[in-house]
């Protein structure tokens, strides 16, 4: 390890041993109450003030110990493979993918824990005296509890996926994944019960950017890329050690690759799969090399070449539900993208807006700085006018002799006409998305002009299957060749 990973190691262990033994000299007071017969209200605070600081400062203690062990393999690994960083990590270079149920099995037990050691003893104390009172502190404070008891509940039914499922992992039929050919392989799981409606799979390339640090860290996920199969119950392969799951996407040449440009600016490949089943629902995450190589192609590889299996996936079929109406006109073939498509989405964009709104509204009535309220005022009027198109705004796409855009709020807007011979291009993109990097993505429908020109067709698509489908038909209809590409090729 090099001096500044020492010094790191140094640091941290350093700053936990005051909160260690802080907490035992609290515990040793709390005993001798104990020991004197005093247990009573004096007896609980240094034992509570013990118990959580002594677990911060061990923990932070352990956690040093253990990070410099990691940092110093992790150093060895990169300098005896300084052009392979798929060998970096131990799971990779066996050719895996481990999932990550049971780190986040183990961090939600932490976390439960931890936040339960610190709001039930507190509201145990407070509740019954600002009861008394009549406060609505109370009330206030009850709110720290019921997510300590939601945490547990989260933990609990993440330990029962672990031992449902077994110790699940990905195993890659050659490692790393390729840009611009296939990742394949199997994943590896136990099903106790069948999984009859079939399993649904997801890669996606996910950008991470962690700013801030302490208290005020958080991490930003970005989703750049993805694509999405189904698989039937008829194409799992369950034997005596358990299930094998067939995984096989088509990764496009342009796509980003597996990097780590700084610790806090991080390009990550996740594979998932999803399966209802009784009891807890079957959910995987795994972390996967993706990497460009001397085997990725210097141009785009025609459908004839790609496997069976992708070219299947890159069929783009119509859904059974379709939230667009597609039908047919006097001028040719309309595409109308209904208002309020997305009800979850576009609530919850209308409740952050009530709540900057009303935030706004608070700093106006106290006369708040005005850089505050000029700010926070600007911000709402933004969620107000997004949520205002989310819940009426529609587009209507007209494509026969050429190609009629109109876009508006419930249908109004002005038409736009363009010729078939001046589209470059129709394809999906992904310009917002709710959750993380495994939430939910929203594809916009875009057309290129060969001028350079940008024209949105329609908005905030969930589904990638309709997506896709829409984009083959409006590219059919418009004379354009399709993309020649497998599973995933949307960029």
């Known amino acids: 390890m090099n001096r500044s990973g020492k010094l790191g190691v140094a640091v941290v262990f350093l700053f936990g041993l005051p909160f260690a033994a802080f907490g035992l000299i609290a515990i040793s007071q709390a005993m001798r109450l104990a020991g004197s017969g005093a247990v009573g209200?004096?007896?609980?605070?240094?034992?509570?003030f013990g118990v959580v600081f002594s677990s911060i400062g061990f923990g932070l203690m352990f956690?040093?110990?253990?990070?410099?062990?990691?940092?110093?393999?992790?150093q060895r690994l990169e300098a005896e493979h300084p052009t392979e960083p798929w060998l970096w990590r131990a799971d990779w270079a066996q050719g895996r993918a481990n999932s990550k149920t049971r780190t986040t099995t183990i961090g939600s037990w932490i976390l439960a824990v931890f936040w339960n050691l610190i709001s039930m003893p507190i509201a145990w104390l407070v509740v019954p005296a600002a009861v008394k009172q009549k406060g609505p502190i109370a009330y206030l404070v009850l709110v720290f509890p019921a997510v300590g008891v939601l945490l547990l509940v989260y933990a609990i039914r993440q330990t029962i996926a672990l031992f449902e499922f077994g110790q699940t992992y990905?195993?890659?039929?050659?490692?790393?994944?390729?840009?611009?050919?296939?990742?394949?392989?199997?994943?590896?799981?136990?099903?106790?019960?069948?999984?009859?409606?079939?399993?649904?799979?997801?890669?996606?390339?996910?950008?991470?950017?962690?700013?801030?640090?302490?208290?005020?860290?958080?991490?930003?996920?970005?989703i750049l890329w993805r694509d999405e199969v189904d698989l039937s119950s008829g194409q799992?392969?369950?034997?005596?050690m358990g299930t094998t799951v067939p995984v096989s996407f088509r990764i496009p040449l342009d796509a980003h690759p597996t990097e780590k440009a700084s610790p806090g600016d991080a390009c990550v490949w996740l594979l998932e799969a999803r399966a209802s089943v009784p009891g807890v629902n079957y959910h995987d995450v795994f972390e996967v090399p993706v990497f460009r190589t001397a085997a990725t192609p210097t141009s785009p590889e025609t459908e004839e070449q790609a496997s069976p299996f992708a070219a299947a996936v890159a069929t783009a079929a119509r859904p059974e539900r379709m939230t667009v109406r597609v039908q047919p006109n006097t001028d040719g073939t309309e595409f109308y993208f209904p208002p309020a498509r997305n009800p979850g989405f576009s609530a919850s964009t209308t409740v952050f807006a009530a709540i900057f709104g009303g935030i706004t509204y608070f700093l106006m009535h106290v006369h708040a700085p005005l850089i505050f309220r000029m700010a926070l005022g600007f911000f709402s009027l933004v969620l107000i006018y997004v949520a205002a198109q989310m819940w009426l705004g529609t587009s209507r796409v007209v494509i026969g002799s050429s190609l009629k855009v109109q876009a508006g709020m419930l249908g109004g807007g002005r038409v736009r006409e363009i010729a078939l011979a001046d589209i470059a291009s129709i394809d999906d993109k992904i310009m917002s998305q709710q959750g993380g990097g495994t939430g939910t993505p929203y594809y916009d429908i875009v057309l290129k002009l060969r001028s350079g020109r940008w024209v949105t067709l329609g908005r905030t698509l969930p589904n990638k299957q309709e997506t896709e489908w829409l984009v083959s038909e409006m590219r059919r209809l418009a004379g354009l060749q399709t993309k020649a590409a497998g599973a995933g090729s949307s960029s």
């Not at 799992?236 to 005596?240: K, N, W």
């Open 41 to 48: 209200p004096p007896f609980w605070p240094p034992l509570i």
């Open 236 to 240: 799992l392969c369950p034997d005596q």
């Open 170 to 222: 990905f195993e890659m039929a050659s490692v790393p994944g390729v840009i611009g050919r296939e990742l394949k392989g199997t994943i590896q799981a136990r099903f106790p019960h069948s999984p009859d409606h079939g399993v649904h799979l997801r890669l996606s390339c996910v950008h991470m950017v962690t700013t801030g640090s302490g208290n005020s860290r958080s991490t930003n996920q970005t």
């Open 63 to 74: 956690v040093a110990l253990i990070g410099g062990r990691s940092s110093a393999r992790q």
